[in-house]
């Protein structure tokens, strides 16, 4: 980890954070004149991840970027490493896609233009967030930035304004809440044992010990919390559910994420050597696959579905603290790649399957899966976005999830940790069960239905792009992986 | 600062919440809440953060209060909110957060025994420590009581509330005036209100749709 102090910093600085802080302006503008046409908002966002393609350039050439500001005698720290930019890069095109999805599906659904005008501001709010949690470097920024993605993402999860999505918010939210208060403890509890919040100098303070272990405990299970891990899920799925396709995409694909983001982080800086915990993370991953697969199955609505495939899939990336903690470098590297290369492949595939999932209820009106019957026939392009989407959550070759999973096998197997492959095998047989499920219903012949909604072009042009995108990250996933060993190991 | 200059605060900081979370009669207990968070203000004021004590009234006191109002619909609504909570949680719903609340509370006694114990604070005692430290613990502990035990929703938010205010004590018993632990409770106060005024609204609309004030949980409610 170097950090030569390069005389060109300021322009990086700069442009970083014009590119953290320009969509909330964005949304104010998009609040203000509500935006009509997909195009438009592309262009409007696509200065974005260009900026964040030549900051990752700079990353690459001129390794770690990384800064200091201080806001009334506090010192907080940012930097940005390969992973950071890249996620940061990940999040802006999502960002932008539902964003144009969301056009498109306001002017499918007619709702009224001013109902809808207050999603702008709030992804604006979002994207801030997100960013702010791949670059901070201390505990301060991340509790703001933590805070500022929970409340923006109830925002927009209430902006149906139906019983559900009210009902499901105010679970979100008080959960979120308290799931803040339990991170802000552990905070505390590190604080007031090394009185820093800085990463790095809270890794090199802090002493393997009952605080540390209990500290990072309620950090852990705040963050668990908000990540929807296994037994603390219960909130996720009516959540996404109820809330709009855009919305759920969103939240399925990146705002889950951020909480494990945090956590991995955190966990490496100060207890890499806690192997008992992260087997038990672990297991909790594992039942995750298995009872978030188990229940997809068993779903009798689309979103449904999708929202409990969420539930699996994350448990995927719990898998990465048992190989991490305590193994061969080897091992680690493995792992390590295979998790970010497992949440970039999920997050493009997740989103493309919620908005394949939103195109296909919004088209048939129904949102049961006995519903879809005919629409093999009707709307074979929404369907297919699913299915390429469902090859990147089965691992199938060639996919970002099929890498992740095999680079997370050789990992397991190399470590001689043989519960995970069973996992991984069972996982992908419960991912199969439940997407094959959806299309013996979508194949259904004899369903004598011709009321299909017509949808804006785009909005499955963009579901079909994202699809396309998990499908290629498998094949060109070496760059991104060459980006992740110049930032190396935390 | 003398004991008895501090207990008589320390004792009163224990009280308000207690009637704040114990009362079913919810005008009443948004008055205690109120009530409740001028006295963190002072506490603050006296603890040397003016800012703090001033962000406390402001936004702990005045808007989180001027929230929980407007959630009981009182500031001039037709579509007022029952002003008593007759809501009882089944019996049944309730071990999972017990056990959640029970591992919460022992860690943090564990975690601040151990610290305390050690000797392990990077910051020397310049304030009153051990009371900060106990009156933090007890309000976390109502707080984490009536989340778990309450079913109302508006007696929810109060618990939430209060259990902040329990965690920002013991922030600031445990790592005394560093400026970080300004930021952290100024974020967190902020937080809190944003929470307690999506809370209201959200309450406030449930109410209207269908006349309910839970959450009505069901299997997937685990804590």
Known sequence: MSAPPEASLPLEAAVLWLALLAPPLLGLVAWRFPPRRMLLVLLAGASLPLATLWLLHRVASGGLLEGTWSPGGLVLHWRLDGLAGLLLLLTQLLLLASAAHAVGHRRATALDERAFAGFWPLLGGLATALGLIWVAADLLTLYAALELMGLTAVGMMLLPGTGDALVAGMRYLLYALVGSLAWLLGVALLLGATGRLDLAGLEATTEPGAVTGIAMALLAAGLLLKAAIFPLHGWLVPVHASAFTPVSALHGALVVKASFFILIQLWQRLVPEAVAAAWLLGGLGTLAILWGGLQAWRASELKQVVAWSTVGQLGYLMLAFPLLAGTSAAVATLAWQATWLQLAGHALAKAAMFMAAGNLVLSVGQSRLADLAGTSRQLPLSLMTFGLASVTLMGLPPSAGFTAKWLLLQAAILAGQWPWVIVLVAGTLLTAAYVFRVFRCAFVEDAPRHDFRPLPAGMDLIALLLALASLALGLGAEWPLALLREGGLP | ?223
Do not use: K
């Open chain 2, 1 to 223: 600062m003398s004991l008895s200059g501090e207990l008589l605060p320390a004792g009163l900081l224990v009280i308000l919440p207690a009637a704040c979370l114990l009362d079913r009669y919810l005008p009443r207990a948004c008055l205690a809440f109120i009530a409740f968070a001028l006295l963190m203000a002072l506490a603050w004021w006296r603890l040397g953060a003016p800012w703090l004590a001033l962000a406390e009234a402001v936004l702990g006191a005045l808007l989180t209060g001027m929230a929980l109002f407007h959630g009981l619909g009182s500031l001039g609504s037709r579509s007022r909110l029952p002003s008593r909570d007759h809501e009882t949680r089944p019996r049944h719903q309730a071990i999972a957060r017990w056990l959640a609340a029970l591992a919460w509370l022992a860690l943090a006694a564990g975690a601040i025994w151990g610290l305390l114990g050690a000797g392990e604070l990077s910051v020397p005692s310049e304030v009153m420590r051990r009371p900060l430290l106990i009156a933090g613990l007890a309000i976390m502990v109502m707080g984490l009581w009536a989340f778990a035990h309450h079913h109302h929703l508006l007696r929810r938010l109060l618990a939430f509330n209060v259990l902040g205010s329990g965690v920002f004590l013991l922030l600031i018993g445990l790592a005394g005036q560093l400026v970080e632990v300004q930021g952290l409770i100024l974020v967190g106060l902020v937080v809190a209100l944003v929470g307690s005024v999506l809370g209201a609204v959200l309450l406030r609309r449930l109410h209207a749709l269908d006349g309910r004030v839970t959450l009505d949980g069901g299997a997937g409610d685990d804590r």
